[in-house]
């Protein structure tokens, strides 16, 4: 029985032993000499403008100012969205106006019948503008 005991001791000694012994202070520091004066600017996400609409048949033409930064650049894509005209619920947006579109106009094929609005959100890279304001609403 004493040899039971002995070993848990001596495995518990041994394990205190070794991380003792590879353990080190470790300092680190960062410098940057130099002298002068530095200026930072952010560039602010804009908000979309309200867009046009127009339906012919089944077909919905969307168009919509440029969205631009304070510097003048534009913005590199939009998120089109339709809603229902009457109740506001949001729609999925069908091809040729899907996903990120990398110009001021669109034209979403296969709508449904129905009265819709459409919005327009700027993006670029991760970050997301506003959302503009409602289009007119069309009837298909």
């Given at each position: 029985?004493?040899?039971?005991?002995?070993?848990?001791?001596?495995?518990?000694?041994?394990?205190?032993?070794?991380?003792?012994?590879?353990?080190?202070?470790?300092?680190a520091?960062?410098?940057a000499?130099?002298?002068?004066?530095?200026?930072?600017?952010?560039?602010v996400?804009?908000?979309?403008?309200?867009?046009?609409?127009?339906?012919?048949?089944?077909s919905?033409?969307?168009?919509?100012?440029?969205?631009?930064?304070q510097?003048g650049?534009?913005?590199?894509?939009?998120?089109?969205?339709?809603?229902?005209?009457?109740?506001?619920?949001v729609?999925?947006?069908g091809?040729?106006c899907?996903?990120?579109?990398?110009t001021?106009?669109?034209?979403?094929?296969?709508?449904?019948?129905?009265?819709?609005?459409?919005?327009?959100?700027?993006?670029?890279l991760?970050?997301?503008?506003?959302?503009?304001?409602?289009?007119?609403s069309?009837?298909?």
């Amino acid at each position: 029985m004493t040899g039971r005991r002995l070993v848990p001791a001596v495995t518990a000694g041994l394990l205190v032993l070794c991380l003792g012994a590879g353990s080190r202070p470790v300092d680190a520091a960062w410098s940057a000499p130099g002298s002068g004066a530095a200026t930072a600017a952010a560039a602010v996400m804009p908000t979309g403008t309200a867009p046009a609409a127009s339906a012919s048949g089944s077909s919905v033409t969307v168009s919509w100012p440029a969205a631009t930064f304070q510097n003048g650049a534009a913005v590199a894509g939009y998120v089109i969205k339709r809603y229902n005209a009457i109740n506001g619920s949001v729609a999925a947006v069908g091809s040729g106006c899907s996903g990120i579109v990398t110009t001021t106009s669109c034209t979403e094929q296969s709508v449904p019948s129905g009265a819709w609005i459409y919005t327009d959100t700027p993006v670029q890279l991760t970050w997301t503008g506003g959302e503009s304001s409602p289009s007119n609403s069309i009837t298909v």
